[in-house]
């Protein structure tokens, strides 16, 4: 009986010992959950003037503190028919209104083998989609990091995008 007895009293510890085990465990856990985020580098896209762009956060900055004017002409790279595009009468379908906006020249521009992407299917993808691709590939490389070092972590990247209506 009393090899019974030092069986249980055996068990009781051990279950005793993984209950402490499993308490320390759930709260490391809770106190990583309420760490901060933590932003670490950063890529951008901001138009520039003229031919010009801003895709580093050094260049942002430059524009703020000179406060430079980033607005140009559209531009003749997108396939535009510019002759036609222009109306002064607000309203008009497939017109504008107006002659000049905040462009990126290179919009155009994307390495879509560097991505993994077929030519074909970058053609018809989103040019806001193009450049966050590399906004964020930038942000990574911008915090000394190895982007493929990410593969398969729960790493994320905050994207700030205004909408756009492409596929219209």
């Known amino acids: 009986m009393a090899v ?14 993984e209950t402490e ?13 309420r760490e901060p985020i933590a932003i670490v580098g ?11 762009s801003a895709s580093s956060p050094q260049e942002l900055w430059r524009l703020v503190r000179d406060g430079v004017d980033a607005i140009s002409e559209l531009p003749d790279d997108r396939g535009w028919d510019l002759e036609h595009l222009y109306d ?8 504008s209104y107006v002659r000049h906006g905040g462009f990126l020249p290179e919009a155009c521009e994307f390495d879509a ?3 993994g992407i077929n030519p074909r299917e970058a053609a018809l993808t989103d040019p806001q989609q193009r450049h966050l691709l590399e906004a964020a590939w930038e942000a990574i490389e911008d915090a000394g990091i190895d982007p493929f070092a990410l593969r398969g972590s729960r790493t994320g990247v905050f994207a700030g995008a205004m909408y756009h209506d492409y596929g219209l």
């Open 42 to 52: 950063i890529g951008c896209r901001y138009p520039a003037g003229p031919g010009r």
């Open 113 to 115: 083998e560097f991505f």
């Open 88 to 95: 002064p009468e607000p309203g008009h379908p497939d017109r």
């Open 4 to 17: 019974a007895g030092e069986r249980v009293v055996e068990a009781l510890r051990a279950s005793l010992k």
């Open 21 to 33: 085990r499993l308490r320390a465990q759930n709260q490391r856990l809770l106190v990583a959950s």
